[in-house]
């Protein structure tokens, strides 16, 4: 009965998953369904959006809101800390050791308990800066 229906769910779940996990563009559900799409010609934006929101709840990838923008997606569970371009929006990883001293200035100002904290740093990257154009792919 469902368990086929299940089956195939969980089976679009995991490559969903896995190359998610290869990518470190962050992307959001939309560039994931293109991407997914050469695997996966069926799959729909709707499943796509909602495996992605599943996994998400799970623990297993890291959604990424920000204010004004796209949702975006991380197979990076690990707790870490972003950087994102103010021109080209690209959004990377930064590889510092996390604040957990924040957390307990935080919670003691505030009273909550404090599960973590998220930073996102802002700025130009590098190419922006050097003034290379993006839009010409040869
Ligand atoms: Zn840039
Ligand atoms: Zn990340």
């Keep these: 009965m469902e368990a086929p ?3 195939r769910m969980t089976k679009q ?5 896995d190359e998610l996990r290869k990518m470190h563009s962050h992307p959001t559900a939309d560039e994931m369904y293109r991407l997914l799409r050469r695997r996966l010609p069926k799959i729909s934006l709707g ?10 709840d799970c623990g297993l990838i890291q959604k990424i809101e920000v204010a004004g923008t796209q949702k975006r997606f ?3 569970a690990s707790h870490h800390y972003h950087v994102r371009c ?27 308990d404090i599960a973590q904290h998220r930073m996102e740093f802002v700025g ?13 792919f040869d």
Excluded at 97 to 110: G, I, P
Aim: charged share 35%.
């Design 47 to 56: 499943t796509v959006y909602r495996n992605l929101e599943v996994l998400s």
């Design 124 to 136: 130009i990257c590098p190419t922006c800066k050097a003034g290379a154009r993006r839009d010409d």
């Design 74 to 76: 991380d197979g990076n």
């Design 86 to 112: 103010n021109r080209c929006s690209r959004l990377e990883d930064v590889y510092v050791d996390v604040d957990a001293e924040m957390n307990r200035k935080v919670s003691r100002l505030t009273e909550y």
């Design 13 to 17: 779940r995991q490559v969903i998953l």
């Design 5 to 7: 229906v299940n089956l």
